[in-house]
């Protein structure tokens, strides 16, 4: 039994990814970030109340990228973690935690932009330091895919599930527009078919109302 606990649209989709590039079975059980269900008996499967948690038999696990580590060595066949002790491996580690530094500063702006129920307490310097340090991840990431499709050079791996989800998030606060390789990577992400298949098991995003946050004028 795997079953996944989940907000559409958040990290959790990392896992509901990687759970349908291996070909598992699973259930997802679905939360709201904003009415309080993570909060209470679901800190009992992660303590900071929040998604991803992954049930598999008698365990739970937290933390996005534990997870990809836990899976790719529990089901090796699929190659998507690559062999322990090479160089690909240790690549695949570097990108996983990669993906949070730059999800880390997706997460200071949703709750900058989106999350704070006072917009007038929003501070326009952090959100003006915070993006441009999304924008230099997006950059470094180019360069990083200069010369190959997926993030390690031997192919697709679990690096792209955890990576991939940061590219449908970070466009609604630094444009893509001027970065032809990572629109490239995520056409190549999106044409999965089980980047299809998680997507419509992934449920409705709630928390975006618009498509671009801009950067507010300083002293606004
Ligand atoms: N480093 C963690 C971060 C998990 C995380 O912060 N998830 C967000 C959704 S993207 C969440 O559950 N937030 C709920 C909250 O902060 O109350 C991971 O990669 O799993």
Partial sequence: MIRLHHVAFSRSFRVLWLLEELGLEYEVIHYDIRDGSLRGAFQELSPAGRVPALETGDQVLF??????????????????????????????????????????????????????????????????????????????????????????????????????????????FVPLDGLAGLLAYRARLEARPAYGRARARDGAQKFYDRAFYPVPELGA
């Avoid at 190659?79 to 240790?90: H, K, S, Y």
């Avoid at 993906?99 to 307490?121: K, W, Y």
């Avoid at 952090?126 to 924008?135: E, P, S």
């Fill in 63 to 172: 933390e996005s990228g534990a997870i990809h580590e836990y899976l790719t060595e529990t089901y090796p066949r699929a190659g998507l973690g690559r062999a322990a002790g090479t160089i690909q491996r240790a690549r695949f580690l570097e990108m996983l935690h990669f993906a949070e530094t730059m999800a880390g500063c997706i997460e200071q702006l949703n709750m900058q932009h989106v999350f704070l129920r006072d917009p007038a307490q929003a501070s326009a310097m952090v959100i003006k330091l915070v993006t441009a340090r999304l924008a230099g991840t997006l950059k470094a990431l180019e360069r990083l895919l200069e010369g190959q499709a997926f993030l390690l050079a031997d192919g697709f791996s679990a690096a792209d599930t955890m990576m991939g989800f940061n590219l449908f998030a970070a466009p609604y």
